[in-house]
């Protein structure tokens, strides 16, 4: 089935200081998505992503989809302390078995210091 | 009330043992799954459904079932109960056109 590498695994970072992710594929995606997860509860939706190229913020978070499709990164500036969590990139395939599933990448375990 | 709710939130159970996960929604979402979360692997699917009718197996099925009892409730069940089914699992929905999933805030399940 299709994978998403997603990188580092984990960072340790000091308040303020900028955070950047990335997840990418071997195979092709029609949709990249953004998740946080808070310790305790599912996750969330941070940003979504709809066509090659394009490049989306929210506050303090920007993602881009790359252009060939198969990848994806989201960067955090001057970091906080309630940015520590779990950061999920989630995609959908092009084919026709990836139909309405969302494929998940490992996840980035974030950890700022105050 | 949360747009999604999983019940119970914690579950120790023993080896060989049979249970069930419950997932209700109020979102009025076609589409439910289940995933499991283990540290470092992300979030695998295990079963979805897009309605009532429709339920099909995702990557990880082996050893569960699931039952779509109404367009609300998903429900995952772990037929006999095994100590690697431990981990964290999580509900979801999504709307026609909504590529976003809302999830529930999962149950921690131990198997003994």
């Known amino acids: 089935g299709q994978q998403l590498n997603q990188s580092p695994q984990s960072m340790f970072i000091q308040e303020g200081e900028d955070v950047s992710m990335n997840c990418t594929s071997s195979?092709?995606?029609?949709?990249w998505l953004w998740y946080k997860q808070d310790p305790g509860e599912g996750p969330v939706l941070l940003i979504a992503?709809?066509?090659?190229?394009e490049l989306t913020s929210n506050g303090r978070l920007t993602a881009q989809f790359g252009i060939t499709r198969k990848d994806s990164f989201l960067n955090i500036s001057a970091s906080i302390p309630s940015d520590v969590g779990i950061y999920f990139c989630?995609?959908?395939?092009?084919?026709?078995?990836?139909?309405?599933?969302?494929?998940f990448g490992q996840g980035t375990i974030l950890t700022v210091h105050p | 009330d949360a747009d999604v709710t999983q019940t119970p939130r914690n579950r120790i159970t023993k080896t060989g043992k049979r249970i069930m996960l419950e997932c209700s929604q109020t979102k009025g979402h076609d589409r439910m799954y289940w995933y499991r979360q283990d540290p470092g692997l992300g979030l695998r699917l295990i079963y979805y459904?897009?309605?009532?009718?429709?339920?099909n197996k995702g990557e990880i099925s082996d050893g569960y079932s699931v039952s779509r009892q109404a367009q609300a409730k998903f429900s995952l069940s772990l037929e006999s109960a095994i100590p690697n089914q431990t981990a964290l699992y999580f509900c979801a929905t999504r709307g026609q056109g909504n590529y976003g999933y809302t999830f529930g805030s999962g149950t921690r399940l131990t198997v003994v």
């Open positions: 989630a995609g959908q395939g092009a084919g026709g078995t990836s139909y309405g599933k969302l494929t």
């Open positions: 459904s897009f309605d009532v009718k429709d339920i």
């Open positions: 195979s092709i995606f029609n949709t």
């Open positions: 992503l709809y066509k090659a190229g």
